[in-house]
Structure formats: structure tokens, C-alpha cells
T-cell receptor, first 113, second 114 residues
């Protein structure tokens, strides 16, 4: 089954404790992105990757890091989480063109105390 | 840069009634337009998209949207809604020139009641 998976689905942590949210897709997609969803703000792109070892900032990259060492994986790293990073996070992937549908993971709900 | 406006944050409607969810966009370049749907506790999934050609596009579950370039709008409509249509709907755009950054609106929560 073609899918995007994220782990963990739920996470409660404390300020400053490094964490990683994993994202994996099995569709051999070139593009992968991370979004955060906040009430009243819709979804905003954090980082995206056009291929292995190629990443770039989205609209709200501050406080986040990403890496793309393999085509299928695109982890999101919060090295020192803060309460304003409490949000719902989605990973998405698509083929290689802007016309292509983006496929979203199920989301990771993160709470930073 | 692009921006998307969904003025209605919530739209309550009775089952079998028609509904229209409004979407307007602003962009200095040509864009492709999308509607994504998010069912409770799930990720987003594509509902329909406009790339080129006929300005009226349809989804498999009865929704349709019409691209109006002069009004920079892409409103979503359904003539008769069902309880199962209860979800949050997001309008999004992406430049035709490339890239994969979707710019989303703030979403419209459609609540269908009996």
C-alpha cells in the first residue's frame, strides 16, 4: 500500500529536550516536505527536499532541522524544542512536478511543556 | 509570493442541502489550484485540482470547483452533502513554474447535520 508514515503519532516533551520525528514514504517520490498545522493559520511549510542531500527552507524553518540521506526518509529534528513549537506536524511527498498530488502522512501531535 | 484566503472558518449545513466553500487567492505568477480534505484525526488528501483546460473540475464523490481567473477564485461546491462530508477543507495553490511548496488557506470546517 502506497503511504507516508510518521512516528511518533503523539509526543509530549519538555523544553530543550532534543527530539526527532521520522517520516518515510514507499512511493519512490523525489519531493518531501514538512508542514505544521496551527488553528487559524492553516498549514505552513517548514522545510522541503527535492532529492537526496537537497533540502531548503520553507516559510517557518526557525528551530527545525532536516536531513535527506535516503530517498524514502525525511526526519524532522527539533534540537531544543520550545512551547511555541507545540503543533500538529505533517510530512508529505510527491513525484517531481508542481502538478503532482502531495501525499500526506497521518500527522504527529507534539506538545512541548 | 502567493496567499490564499478562505473567509469562512466554519460552515454548518443540513444533510442533502447544497454547500459552497469559498477560496480566493493572490499571486504575481500563474498557479495551479487544489482542494485538500482532512477528515477527523487524519492527514490531508487531495479532493480535486485545476491544472489547465476546462475551468470546472470534479471529484469522484460529487464535489466540483470552478476556476475563475478574473475573480481569482476557486470555490468548492456540492449540490447535496452527506454526513460523511464532515471534514476540514483546505484550498491551496502552487506556482506553475515549478517547486513543490503548497500555500494553504486557513481551512473551512464543514459540519453536516441531520
Amino acid at each position: 500500500e502506497a503511504q507516508v508514515t510518521q512516528n511518533p503519532r503523539y509526543l509530549i516533551t519538555v523544553t530543550g529536550k532534543k527530539l526527532t520525528v521520522t517520516c518515510s514514504q514507499n512511493m519512490n517520490h523525489e519531493y518531501m516536505s514538512w508542514y505544521r498545522q496551527d488553528p487559524g493559520l492553516g498549514l505552513r511549510q517548514i522545510y522541503y527536499s527535492m532529492n537526496v542531500e537537497v533540502t531548503d527552507k520553507g516559510d517557518v524553518p526557525e528551530g527545525y532541522k532536516v536531513s535527506r540521506k535516503e530517498k524514502r526518509n525525511f526526519p524532522l529534528i527539533l534540537e531544543s524544542p520550545s512551547p511555541n513549537q507545540t503543533s500538529l506536524y505533517f510530512c508529505a511527498s510527491s513525484l517531481d512536478r508542481s502538478t503532482d498530488t502531495q501525499y500526506f502522512g497521518p500527522g504527529t501531535r507534539l506538545t512541548v511543556l | 509570493a502567493q496567499s490564499v484566503t478562505q473567509l469562512d472558518s466554519q460552515v454548518p449545513v443540513f444533510e442533502e442541502a447544497p454547500v459552497e466553500l469559498r477560496c480566493n487567492y493572490s499571486s504575481s505568477v500563474s498557479v495551479y489550484l487544489f482542494w485538500y480534505v482532512q477528515y477527523p484525526n487524519q492527514g490531508l488528501q487531495l479532493l480535486l485540482k485545476y491544472l489547465s483546460g476546462s475551468t470546472l473540475v470534479e471529484s469522484i464523490n460529487g464535489f466540483e470547483a470552478e476556476f475563475n481567473k478574473s475573480q481569482t477564485s476557486f470555490h468548492l461546491r456540492k449540490p447535496s452533502v452527506h454526513i460523511s462530508d464532515t471534514a476540514e477543507y483546505f484550498c491551496a495553490v502552487i506556482p506553475t513554474g515549478g517547486g513543490n511548496k503548497l500555500t494553504f488557506g486557513t481551512g473551512t470546517q464543514l459540519k453536516v447535520e441531520l
